[in-house]
């Protein structure tokens, strides 16, 4: 997880600028909105990245080697 927002929008605009990232391993990760309703706090977003199967993948996707 990335952040998390009360706002869709601002969920929705990091995603646009990581996107937009002059970074060749970031702007090609695979981002997503995961909607999280929190008791006594209320709706959030999440923003994530992947899906990967597993954790070793999601570090050798993002370019970092598992020794």
Partial sequence: QLA??????KAEKL??????????IISKL???IAKAN??????YYR????PFN???DGFLEIG???V
Wanted: cysteine-free; hydrophobic content about 30%.
């Fill in 38 to 43: 929190i008791p006594d706090r209320g709706t």
């Fill in 4 to 9: 998390s927002y009360k706002n869709i929008e």
């Fill in 64 to 66: 970092i080697r598992i």
């Fill in 30 to 32: 695979n981002f997503n």
């Fill in 54 to 56: 597993n954790v070793k």
């Fill in 15 to 24: 995603i646009i600028n990581y996107k937009e990232s002059s970074n060749l």
């Fill in 47 to 50: 923003v994530r990245v992947g």
